[in-house]
């Protein structure tokens, strides 16, 4: 039993984790475009939204004609459930400069590249990290559904358990998903703790 509750908590970390992935890697790049642009900003993070308010286990529905079963239609929906509030933080961090911050920064004449790095990564990381650590609960406690697509995971063990009404097992998984999340929140709340700090 032990052996199988490791080998589905690994899987269960590589889909949230991959799905924690693909949302970092277009929601940030996203942001970054539309933070500047208050009509673009809008309809694209209203869709962004639209996103967030599906149920997680319609998503992977949807998703099987398209992908099947398996792991994949499962780090799909979970990275669409992450997006959001990556992008919005991100979003957020880019414009929180004040306007008399903005002054100062087009008074010394930084180039874009350096006013990039040197003031608005910093000024961005505290909330981008926030919405990171958001992102990376939801897809731990959603990841238990990727088991109903085949998709494996601690969802597994939880179903297993129910199925055969072994208790030990149920709580043993249901308890892994839970201190995995509460794991990694603590950790990313010590890295927003030291964004703030640094800024």
């Not at 099987?64 to 398996?70: H, I, K």
């Not at 992102?135 to 109903?148: D, M, N, P, Y």
């Amino acid at each position: 039993m032990l052996t199988d509750l490791l080998a589905e908590t690994g899987t269960h970390l590589e889909i949230a984790g991959a799905a924690l992935a693909l949302a970092t890697a277009v929601g940030v790049p996203l942001a970054l475009l539309t933070a500047k642009t208050r009509f673009v900003r809008s309809a694209t993070l209203g869709g962004v939204g639209i996103a967030r308010s599906l149920p997680t286990i319609a998503v992977l529905a949807l998703l099987l004609p398209w992908l099947g079963v398996g792991r994949l239609p499962a780090i799909v929906a979970l990275a669409l459930l992450a997006l959001p509030p990556i992008a919005i933080s991100v979003d957020a961090g880019m414009r929180s400069l004040s306007a008399a911050q903005r002054e100062v920064v087009d008074a010394l004449g930084l180039g874009s590249r350096t006013r990039f790095f040197r003031i608005e990564v910093p000024a961005t990381a505290p909330l981008a990290l926030a919405g990171l650590r958001t992102a990376a609960v939801e897809c731990i406690a959603s990841a238990t559904l990727a088991t109903f697509i085949g998709g494996g995971g601690l969802g597994d063990g939880i179903v297993r358990g129910l199925q055969t009404g072994n208790e030990t097992l149920l709580l043993l998984a249901a308890a892994t998903v839970a201190a995995l999340a509460i794991a990694v929140d603590a950790l990313l709340a010590l890295l927003v703790r030291g964004a703030e700090v640094w800024t």
